[in-house]
């Protein structure tokens, strides 16, 4: 069965600074890897996928995020962050067949100016 | 353009009463789900569907009931038996594989007064 680990539950970055949100797996086939943004009293939205190919994927808002097999991780990024980014992001995986993602328990970041 | 719509955005609910949320979605989307998001608990499957007149209990299915009789929709009904109601319930629904992830409702916050 595929799981999904967030380490961090809250992280708090200075505007401008980069940010590295860690997500880890556990999937035996060739994992489906999602990052999905929620801010408060919203719907997530999708960030970014991986399926195949080559291993740094980039998303809207200026998000990218590298799969490393040999570290079952699916860490996002960004060389900046703007107080905007401030909210709650999910890592999920999905299997090759079927459709049911399973999601991390969140990183609620938060921005100081 | 095509996309869940999740009504009403805010529910008040009294004790003992039942009350039903709604999730319309107009993407095709085959799979249908719903989730409930407390602070802290990340998102946790309450029922999920992936063909019409078919569904399947997630992992807090108790106190709760589904229907899916059409494509597009997939209401949630609350019941008296659950017994801390109050919290953000997510639909999303999905293609019949996982390459595409989930497209999110923008939520309803259920609490009881």
């Known amino acids: 069965a595929q799981s999904v680990t967030q380490p961090d539950i809250h992280i708090t970055v200075s505007e401008g600074a980069s940010l590295e949100l860690r997500c880890n797996y556990s999937?035996?086939?060739?994992?489906?890897l999602f990052w999905y943004v929620q801010s408060p009293g919203q719907g997530l939205q999708l960030l970014l996928k991986?399926?195949?190919?080559?291993?740094l994927v980039q998303g809207i808002k200026g998000f990218e995020a590298e799969f490393k097999r040999s570290q079952s991780s699916f860490n996002l990024r960004k060389p900046s962050v703007h107080w905007s980014d401030a909210a709650e992001y999910f890592c999920?995986?999905?299997?090759?067949?079927?459709?049911?993602?399973?999601f991390g328990a969140g990183t609620i970041l938060r921005v100081k100016s | 353009d095509g996309g869940i719509t999740q009504s009403p955005k805010y529910l008040f609910r009294k004790e003992g009463q039942n009350v039903t949320l709604s999730c319309e979605q107009n993407?095709?989307?085959?799979?249908m789900y719903w989730y409930r998001q407390d602070p802290g608990q990340g998102l946790r499957l309450i029922y999920y569907s992936q063909i019409v007149n078919d569904f399947q209990k997630g992992d807090i299915a108790e106190g709760y009931s589904v229907s899916r009789e059409k494509k597009e929709s997939f209401p949630l009904t609350v019941t008296s038996a659950q017994k801390n109601p109050t919290a953000f319930y997510l639909c999303?629904?999905?293609?019949?594989?996982?390459?595409?992830?989930?497209?999110f409702g923008s939520g309803t916050r259920l609490t009881v007064v």
């Open positions: 991986y399926f195949s190919g080559d291993t």
């Open positions: 999937y035996g086939a060739t994992p489906y």
């Open positions: 999920a995986v999905g299997a090759e067949y079927g459709n049911k993602l399973v």
């Open positions: 999303a629904s999905s293609s019949r594989d996982s390459l595409y992830g989930y497209t």
């Open positions: 993407l095709n989307h085959d799979a």
